[in-house]
């Protein structure tokens, strides 16, 4: 966010290289914090359907005794 | 992946070559921080399974930091190169990461879908046993239900068979049982000798008891008040005992078949007419139940 600003900046004072670099760096900043969100969200789902299946193996176990 | 790795090679050979003389090949501190997490990252197994083309990406970035370092392009450049390095060995960590575990999704989903096939499985194994179980008992029932009804309509039929028989015996229903009697005329007169008539219903009887052996009889004599108790009371055990030597000769039990005089006493009628007292002289055969009890007087 704050790279974007300082690359809106630049361009504004248009010294371009120092826009394209900031421009470059917060694109990149915003590709890992979407990885980064998206493997967080998969952790949660695998952990949920982790504790789901334990509690649905204990149910049937209890069941089948 | 090849071509990254033999970028470092290239520059360091590169470098050596450009400032030979110098003591130390010229570092810049971002680009050491990159390749550090770069190796780091390719030695992850995790990283190097799930986010190859992530790590190929963030190679090329350091690859070209490296040639811009050896060609000494501006610092600015190198530093750039380094940054974009170091966060795309980062996404390729957290691609890794979220593959890795979009996997443990997939194989729990699984799991979890065999294990509820199983339990389906068990439970309709069970709920097929339990049917036949329950086959088997109304079958059974069934069967038991069959006999029974088969029973029933045999006990019917000898009940009816004995109901005929009966009849066919004289037998009236009194307090004291079926009673058969054997009037005077089937006897000589104030003997105890029975005439062929009484013989033949006798006859009747003893076949009666043959086919049912839990019944027993109980023979008793009779006589009117004419002449003395104790010629009556001899007349009537005689005739009594008549009857029974009679069943008995005929294949009744001995133990089934008792025998009693009771004189003139328990007159059916008076005793002034003729026809009345010849109905007092008299044999009565009192029929036991199915279990083999009479009434006593």
């Known amino acids: 966010m704050k790279k974007r600003c ?11 290289v120092r826009a394209r670099l900031l421009a470059e760096q917060a694109q990149i900043n915003a590709q890992r914090a979407e990885a980064m969100a998206s493997s967080v969200k998969a952790k949660k789902a695998a952990y949920a359907l982790q504790k789901d299946s334990r509690v649905l193996r204990q149910k049937i176990d209890r069941h089948t005794q | 992946m090849q071509k990254t790795r033999y970028f470092p090679m290239t520059l360091i050979a590169a470098a050596v070559a450009i400032f030979s003389g110098c003591s130390s090949i010229p570092q810049n501190s971002p680009l050491t921080e990159a390749h550090s997490s770069y190796n780091s990252a390719r030695s992850d197994p995790q990283v190097m399974n799930f986010a ?50 979009e996997l443990a ?7 979890r879908d065999q294990d509820l096939l199983h339990a389906k499985t068990a439970e309709a194994d069970a709920a097929k046993q339990e049917l036949a179980v329950v086959a088997e008992t109304v079958d059974q029932q069934a069967a038991a239900l069959a006999i029974a009804s088969a029973n ?53 009887l003893a076949d009666f008891l043959k086919q049912y052996p839990l019944y027993k009889v109980l023979v008793e004599g009779y006589t009117d008040s004419t002449g003395s108790n104790n010629l ?15 069943l008995l000769d005929m294949g ?46």
């Open chain 2, 252 to 297: 009744s039990r001995s133990d089934h078949v008792t025998a009693r005089g009771y004189g003139e006493a328990y007159p059916v009628a008076g005793n002034d007419t003729a026809a009345s007292r010849q109905l007092n002289r008299r044999v009565e055969i009192i029929l036991s139940d199915g279990n083999g009890n009479i009434a006593p007087r």
């Open chain 2, 105 to 111: 999704v997939t194989n729990a989903s699984s799991k």
């Open chain 1, 6 to 16: 300082n690359a809106a900046q630049a361009m504004a004072e248009k010294d371009y």
């Open chain 2, 232 to 246: 009556n009371q001899e007349l009537s055990d005689r005739r009594a005992n008549a009857v029974r030597t009679a």
């Open chain 2, 152 to 204: 029933a309509e045999r006990d019917q039929a000898l009940i009816a068979q004995q109901e005929i028989q009966l009849k066919e015996l004289n037998a009236k229903k009194t307090e004291r049982g079926l009673v058969i009697t054997l009037g005077d005329v089937l006897f000589s007169s104030n003997k105890a000798q029975l005439e062929s008539g009484g013989i033949h219903n006798v006859q009747k």
């Open chain 2, 52 to 101: 190859a083309v992530e790590l190929l990406q963030a190679g090329e970035s350091l690859g070209k930091a490296d040639h811009a370092l050896s060609k000494g392009v501006n610092e600015g450049k190198v530093d750039q190169l380094a940054y974009m390095a170091k966060l795309q060995v980062g996404i390729a960590q957290e691609t890794a990461e979220r593959k890795s575990h």
